[in-house]
Every structure is written in C-alpha cells, then in structure tokens.
C-alpha cells in the first residue's frame, strides 16, 4: 500500500486524534494564507478547521463511541491545539514590534478556541447523533434477559 492510504487507515483507526490533528492543520494553514477574522482575529478559520476535523473524526466513528462525546472532545481539543498554535505564531511575529507576553496572546486566542469548539463539537456532535439511528435491542441483548430471567426464583 502506498504511504496516503496507509497514513488514511491509521486515521480511521485514530479517528479523535486524528481530527484534533486535522483541526489545528487546516486552522494554521488558513491562518498563514488569510490573518484576518470576522470578530477576532482567527475565528474564520477556527470555525473551519475545527468543523473539519471534528466532521471526520464523527464521521469515522467507532461502534462504542458516542456522537455528542466525540464531537465535544475532538473540537475542543482542536480548537485548543490551533490557539496554542496560532498563539505561538502570532507572539514570534508581534515581538520583534513589540514586547508581548505570550500568556496574553494565548488568553486571547484560548477564550475563541473554547467558545467555538464547545459550539462546534455540539452542533456536529447532535447532529450525527440524530442521524445514527439508536440500536434496537439485539440478540445478544435477548439472551442475557433470558439468563437473567431464568435465575429468578419461581
């Protein structure tokens, strides 16, 4: 197999990390081509790497993982990795012109990355949560009730 598909399974199979991965790429990479923002600077493109990568980490999700969970942790944890990112970007850029903690910078960009990814991860999160209809009672289910069932005393 060649190294894309190889590196696709493993995200498959690593799918929260894998969007959290996603998420601060395509974040920093948009920040790098466009600095600017609607209402902060780097929302645009928080808002478009944290939909991404929380989308693909839903949309790769595994049988005993939750949507809601999953949204909620792989944006969020996204969203914090590209502040951090961004955060380090923008204080190696602002302090030859000024001096700048980068605990500022990064207050900054971490109250945007928690506002979005909360809202994100909800949003992806209820949605591939309404869409994956719930699990009927399967046969193992029915088993495990008639074991149950015959310990009972009579």
């Known amino acids: 197999m060649s190294f894309i598909a190889d590196l696709y399974q493993t ?3 690593w799918n929260v990390l894998a969007g959290i991965i ?7 990479i948009a920040y790098m081509i466009y600095s600017g923002g609607i209402f902060r600077l780097g929302d645009i493109q928080m808002v478009l790497g944290v939909a991404i990568g929380a989308y693909f980490a839903l949309k790769n999700m595994k049988e005993y993982q939750t949507a809601l969970k999953t949204g909620l942790i792989t944006a969020l944890g996204g969203s914090i ?3 951090i990112s961004l955060s380090v970007f923008d204080w190696a850029i602002f302090s030859f012109v000024f001096p700048i903690s980068f605990l500022d ?3 900054y960009y971490f109250l945007e990355a928690v506002i979005i990814g909360l809202s994100i991860g909800l949003i992806e999160g209820l949605y591939f949560r309404m869409k994956k209809p719930k699990r009927l009672i399967s046969d193992d289910d029915l088993d495990d009730d008639i074991f149950y069932e015959s310990l009972k005393a009579k």
């Open 11 to 13: 995200a498959k199979k």
């Open 22 to 28: 996603i998420s601060d790429l395509i974040t920093f």
């Open 81 to 83: 990795l590209a502040a």
């Open 105 to 107: 910078i990064f207050i």
